[in-house]
């Protein structure tokens, strides 16, 4: 951890200008030795912020120093996983850009987390319980469940997410069936095969974070490779 003090706007200053690095990886690094429960709140503030690479590498740092932190501190991950879950609640005033987001890479990060709050993240998907009806907060939650796939499917089959997920491959926006496409195949989910098949004439361009990078992604070639994971 550094030893350098900072105060309030200077750490605000120093993590945004690590966020926008060329060498992402190097600059993740150098968030993790900044002071983990201090850093968090400047990192709350980028989930919303306008410059999507800002926005995501964002949600990627949350997801690696709240892993880091709940090694040592369990209970101060809690507080902060409960926070972001207050951000998509109707009583706390806001609408909650990114914190499915990063509810879901902080999961995949840790997996004590993701057994404690899986259910919660499903839970955003269905109708008899928290659904978010905000396209862009559905792009957000079937982002998360994408992501949470691709470390801990286990966790997210024992909670019937492929049922809640399909839904979404009727959505009118390109981006949330492109994600869902994207989430099904990495789930494994059989049953959604003809569904898939019947986006294969699907050419709208969507845009993902994938593998720490924006990229963008016919959603026909997404459903190709998921009918692929699916043989």
Same mark, same amino acid.
């Given at each position: *951890? ?7 706007? /200077? ?20 968030? &993790? ?14 989930? &919303? ?10 949600? =990627?740092? !949350?997801?690696?120093?709240? /892993?880091?932190? /709940?090694?040592?501190? !369990? ?5 902060? !996983? ?8 109707? +009583? ?8 499915? +987001?990063? !509810?879901?890479?902080?999961? /995949? &990060?840790? +997996? ?12 955003? *998907? ?17 982002? #998360? ?5 691709? =470390? ?8 019937? %997410? ?12 390109? =981006? ?14 059989? =049953? ?5 098949? #019947? ?5 709208? %361009? ?26």
């Amino acid at each position: *951890m550094e030893s350098v003090k900072y105060s309030g706007r /200077a750490l605000k200053r120093k993590a945004l200008d690590l966020l926008g690095q060329d060498d992402f990886d190097q600059a993740l690094d150098e968030l &993790c030795r900044l002071p983990g429960r201090r850093v968090i709140n400047p990192l709350f503030s980028f989930l &919303c912020h306008t410059d999507q690479k800002i926005k995501w590498r964002a949600v =990627t740092a !949350m997801g690696v120093i709240v /892993a880091n932190l /709940a090694e040592k501190d !369990m209970e101060s991950a809690r507080v902060i !996983m409960r926070r972001l879950m207050w951000m998509l609640n109707d +009583e706390s005033g806001g609408i909650g850009w990114g914190a499915p +987001e990063a !509810m879901a890479e902080i999961m /995949a &990060c840790h +997996e004590g987390l993701a057994k404690e709050y899986v259910h919660i993240l499903v839970s955003y *998907m269905r109708e008899d319980a928290n659904f978010l009806e905000h396209e862009i907060l559905q792009r957000g939650v079937v982002w #998360g469940v994408g992501r949470l796939a691709q =470390t801990h499917p286990h966790l997210l089959q024992s909670k019937n %997410a492929i049922q809640y997920l399909q839904p979404y491959f009727d959505s009118k926006d390109a =981006t949330v069936r492109g994600l869902a496409v994207w989430a099904l195949g990495l789930l494994g989910a059989n =049953t959604s095969r003809a569904k898939l098949e #019947g986006l294969l004439g699907d050419n709208d %361009a969507v845009e993902i974070y994938l593998n720490r990078k924006l990229i963008v992604r016919h959603v026909k070639d997404l459903a190709e490779e998921a009918l692929e994971e699916l043989s």
